[in-house]
């Protein structure tokens, strides 16, 4: 949990990122009926995703306006950056390998090893949702947080391009959505020093 709360105020987030991403992330996988190993990974995973960022120690992810080329080449190396921090942790191979394909997408457009569709593990593609919904719906340096109604639009215009249409609908199916936000939102953690 600290190694969550150090990405998240390393990334600024006004609320508890990897938490949320966890919680969001752990419903869908019980619509799924996962496996309890493979949820443990999925959490696990969840909560150290952005490790990469915080090991690379880049100003420009936290600063306002738009990242060059170059920053944007750099940070696509965040996730096999990541896998490795996993590593150093004890996280099992499966989590590991999860926060390397955090950031792939469905279409193949992804990153670090552009996977596509089933190529994708199920528990990579849920992580995909649930990330990019909680970094949707908090503010950053860089835009405004948008509505959870502005998200989930956002989330159904990328479904068969970022996100795995199945992963889509049963994301917008939890009916426990804005609870496990203001569950999480509620129990702000103290940022590190």
């Known amino acids: 949990m600290q190694l969550a709360a150090a990405s998240d105020h390393f990334e600024r987030y006004q609320n508890p990122h990897a938490v949320l991403i966890a919680a969001i992330a752990d419903e869908i996988a019980k619509l799924l009926h996962m496996a309890a190993e493979d949820c443990r990974s999925l959490r696990i995973a969840a909560l150290l995703h952005d490790l990469g960022e915080t090991a690379m120690q880049r100003d420009y992810i ?36 999860l926060v390397r394909w955090h950031h792939e997408w469905w279409n193949g457009c992804g990153y670090p090893d552009a996977l596509r569709g089933e190529e994708i593990p199920l528990a990579a593609r849920i992580l995909r949702i649930a990330d990019s919904y909680a970094a949707l719906t908090d503010g950053r340096p860089f835009r405004p947080a948008l509505t959870a109604v502005q998200a989930r639009k956002q989330i159904i215009e990328w479904a068969g391009i970022e996100f795995d249409p199945r992963v889509v609908s049963l994301f917008l199916s939890l009916d426990r959505l804005r609870e496990l936000e203001l569950t999480v939102e509620g129990a702000k953690y103290r940022a590190p020093d």
């Open 62 to 97: 936290g600063r306002p306006g738009a990242l060059t080329e170059e920053e944007r080449i750099d940070l696509e190396r965040h996730p096999v950056i990541g896998e490795q921090e996993a590593s150093r942790t004890g996280a099992s191979r499966a989590a590991q390998l």
